[in-house]
């Protein structure tokens, strides 16, 4: 379930400001809400209090849906259930699917209207429908300012002639029903420009952080370790969050970079670790019976199943399994065949040898989350020992791990996902919990050895 949270009260609308004059329009916004009166009038609003959050966010619909008058929430790169209502106006209004996601077709219907409307193609094209910023429930961004009051800096590069930066400032505020004359507000800033431009206005971004508070960065794609940008950001924050969900290009190379980061000091996390959290629990518990706990020391088969097209859930899962027996990974050989498989072996701390079989299942129908974890099959080439464990997600079944057969009988359980996988719900929970996450970075650490073999 897509969290919920109160209605958006705007203390200022998105405003055009020049560069030099963005902390001086934050403080104007908010010189009209002073102390509540003895009779009670007057509102109080409360400004970033907690965190400064920057979202690095190369995708641009959000964006286009503003201009274009679909979405009237705040700008922050932050999608959610207001996001998605808006999306599915503009496709309805284009005559496209309905579904709630964004595409390459809604980004060229947005885009070429977007054109005529500023006069660059002749149009008898009238206004386009407007979407009720509360018509479909709050956003992401509303439940991360009703918990904590934050500033929250947008970074929106894009392709196109560089025109330098420009800038937007803007404060929206859930109403507290129980107290609805004090408000808890986050302020917005957002910077626009292709990333040279934003590279050279590097210096500005990190002088919007606060500096006595945390700084938080989400980083929406694949880290950037020579960019300018990304090397002041990941020296002056306290945690870098990314999603590896989103590493497509070459999964393998960017979570090497994640790991790379964490050795420097920089104290990441990844959104996509999180998914894992299930397939984990329930590995475990098959183990925790009293009869089986000698038994999983038994385990030297792991077969992995995952949505082909990222193996990053895969790999991490496998570095998490390795952690956790004392496995030392020793080799690794990749076969280019249609499930992309590959084969890594480890030497146990008692010598005896493991291999796993990692699998990208080709999928007709990619979920939300690419690259999730199918199936998992944990067996020994011991017949005596009582350790085959075979889960399996909800929408595949265990079939293919089943028809393997053999002579163990095997203990075979079904994956219960989160509720909802999105990575700006797992974001919003995420900066509740802002802290070291040690069994991640164990797991990593793991991880990287297997992808460097």
């Not at 800038?167 to 990333?195: D, F, M, W």
């Not at 998914?275 to 089986?292: M, S, V």
Request: hydrophobic content about 40%; charged content about 25%.
């Amino acid at each position: 379930m897509a969290p919920k949270s109160a209605p958006l009260v705007s203390l200022q609308a998105p405003k055009d400001v020049s560069l030099n004059e963005i902390e001086q329009e934050l403080n104007q916004i908010w010189q009209g809400y002073r102390e509540v009166g003895g009779d009670n009038s007057g509102m109080v609003a409360t400004r970033a209090t907690t965190f400064t959050l920057v979202v690095y966010e190369p995708e641009e619909t959000q964006r286009l849906l503003a201009m274009m008058g679909f979405y009237t929430g705040p700008v922050d790169g932050i999608d959610g259930p207001r996001t998605e209502a808006a999306i599915r106006v503009a496709q309805a209004a284009y005559g496209l699917e309905v579904n709630g996601y964004s595409s390459p077709e809604l980004l060229a219907k947005l885009r070429e209207d977007l054109a005529k409307r500023k006069g660059e193609i002749p149009t008898q094209n009238s206004e386009a429908p407007r979407y009720v910023s509360d018509a479909a429930g709050s956003g992401i961004a509303d439940v991360v300012a009703s918990q904590n009051p934050c500033r929250i800096i947008s970074l929106f590069p894009f392709a196109g002639e560089d025109e330098g930066v420009s800038a937007q400032v803007s404060a929206y505020c859930p109403i507290n029903k129980a107290n609805q004359a004090a408000l808890v507000c986050c302020e917005y800033v957002s910077l626009k420009g292709t990333e040279a431009a934003l590279n050279r206005a590097s210096d500005l971004a990190t002088s919007l952080l606060i500096s006595e508070l945390p700084r938080i960065v989400w980083w929406k794609g694949a880290p950037h370790l020579d960019q300018p940008l990304f090397q002041r950001l990941s020296k002056l924050s306290n945690q870098i969050i990314f999603d590896s969900s989103r590493f497509a290009a070459d999964a393998e190379a960017e979570l090497l970079k994640l790991a790379n980061l964490r050795e420097e000091g920089v104290f990441v996390t990844d959104l996509n670790w999180r998914r894992l959290a299930a397939w984990q629990e329930l590995a475990a518990e098959a183990f925790d019976a009293p009869e089986r706990r000698d038994a999983i020391w038994e385990v030297d088969q792991v077969v992995i199943d995952y949505e082909k097209g990222n193996s990053a859930q895969a790999l991490m899962y496998l570095g998490w399994l390795a952690s956790r027996l004392e496995w030392e990974p020793v080799s690794r050989e990749k076969e280019n065949d249609i499930y992309d498989l590959q084969r890594v072996f480890f030497m146990a701390a008692n010598g005896r040898k493991i291999e796993a079989e990692l699998a990208g299942i080709p999928t007709a129908d990619v979920g939300e989350v690419k690259g999730d974890m199918v199936s998992l099959k944990l067996s020994s080439t011991n017949l005596r020992a009582d350790c085959c464990t075979v889960l399996c997600s909800q929408t595949t079944g265990c079939m293919r791990m089943e028809a393997g057969g053999g002579a163990q009988a095997c203990r075979i359980n079904q994956v219960t996902p989160l509720n909802d996988q999105k990575a700006e719900t797992l974001l919003s929970e995420q900066l509740q919990r802002v802290g070291q996450d040690v069994l991640y970075e164990e797991s990593m650490a793991v991880t990287a050895k297997i992808i460097q073999l």
